[in-house]
């Protein structure tokens, strides 16, 4: 049963929920009925945790026209990491400038590794869905050169992916491969790209039609609480738990950063240690070290530099998006997709479709 289907019927059984994890849930559409409450409030009124306790850009991006339905303990960042001299030492980049300079270069190397056709389109559409698709008017935007452009992209591309035996990184290190595809969740993602490619590395994210396209990945943790709840000060102590310090320290880090501000100054102090210090907890941090093992290629480092410090504040501040999957949504991008993937109908002709498809979607969601 698909995710909103799910929901209605358990809702119509007189079902009682108080937190809801909105991980491939149709966020948006629970939000246009009036389904979720708004936990600004509660961050506004709770004298142990406010707004200015959590990573701002967090949730500015979790946030809807000013209202926040939903939360997570912990972030990572979706992205796609280039040799800043080749896509340029920026954070974003507009689709005309992505296809002038993949066009340019795809004789030479590969732009993905291990490429699939479904899934690029998925990721991309994924970054830009806000672009295409009007929540609050139950409208949407498929035919246009944006995605159809997306779709001749990822139709350059097999139904599954095949490298040839060869691993990632000896392709970026042979100069075969222009981006790689990845989720930075600790800071040692920073530190071993630029040591990857050779030079600087750019998180330069998805080619977006708005902003930029990278986008925040709450790892399938982000919790709402449903307006109707008859213990909502219960649902919200329950979140409140996942964002205090003694979780965030206890339960986040490696698997994805922080979202509490002291946490995560916490762990980029330990991992910028280049020489003993003490916690104010008495625990004793050693100059930080350690090995990377990302298939064939091995690399040691050690204490995160200050450059490399500002290259991540510059990309968590610079994010504006979160990963949006909308299941239902996402399922119908793909499977009209395919018919164009198989040479049975022009790429705008299966945006067209897609839209009709869509909008049907979006007008049934009352």
């Not at 093992?293 to 995160?304: E, I, S």
Request: aromatic share 12%.
């Amino acid at each position: 049963m698909q995710p909103l289907a799910k929901i209605n019927t358990e809702l119509a059984a007189k079902e009682d929920f108080d937190v809801i994890c909105l991980k491939n849930m149709p966020e948006q559409i629970l939000i246009n009925r009036g389904m979720l409450t708004d936990l600004h409030t509660y961050l506004e009124q709770d004298k142990d945790i406010g707004a200015d306790d959590l990573v701002t850009s967090v949730l500015e991006a979790f946030s809807r026209k000013g209202h926040l339905y939903s939360i997570a303990p912990g972030f990572g960042i979706s992205t796609v990491i280039g040799a800043a001299g080749q896509v340029g030492d920026k954070t974003g980049w507009t689709v005309e400038e992505f296809q002038k300079l993949t066009g340019e270069i795809k004789e030479e190397m590969d732009i993905f590794y291990a490429p699939a056709n479904g899934e690029i389109l998925k990721r991309l559409t994924a970054v830009n869905l806000d672009s295409f698709v009007d929540w609050k008017k139950r409208s949407c935007s498929f035919d246009n050169a944006a995605f159809i452009e997306f779709l001749e992209f990822a139709g350059q591309y097999p139904e599954s992916s095949d490298v040839n035996g060869a691993s990632m990184p000896s392709m970026v290190q042979n100069k075969e491969l222009l981006l790689v595809q990845n989720t930075i969740v600790d800071f040692t993602d920073i530190m071993l790209y630029s040591r990857l490619f050779g030079e600087k590395a750019a998180f330069i994210g998805y080619p977006a039609v708005e902003g930029t396209g990278n986008a925040f990945d709450c790892q399938g943790m982000n919790m709402g609480i449903f307006s109707n709840s008859k213990n909502p000060e219960g649902a919200w102590e329950f979140i409140k738990y996942l964002l205090s310090e003694e979780y965030q320290k206890k339960y986040c880090y490696p698997d994805y950063f922080p979202v509490r501000l002291e946490c995560l100054q916490y762990y980029m102090d330990i991992t910028s240690a280049d020489k003993q210090f003490i916690t104010e907890e008495g625990i004793t941090i050693e100059p930080y070290t350690c090995e990377i093992t990302y298939d064939d290629y091995q690399v040691k480092l050690g204490a995160m530099t200050e450059e490399e410090r500002e290259i991540f504040w510059e990309l968590v501040n610079s994010t504006t998006k979160t990963n949006t999957y909308e299941e239902e949504l996402m399922n119908i991008v793909l499977e009209e997709a395919g018919a164009y993937f198989q040479a049975h109908r022009t790429a705008k002709d299966t945006a067209q479709i897609i839209e009709k498809r869509i909008t049907l979607y979006l007008s049934e969601q009352q």
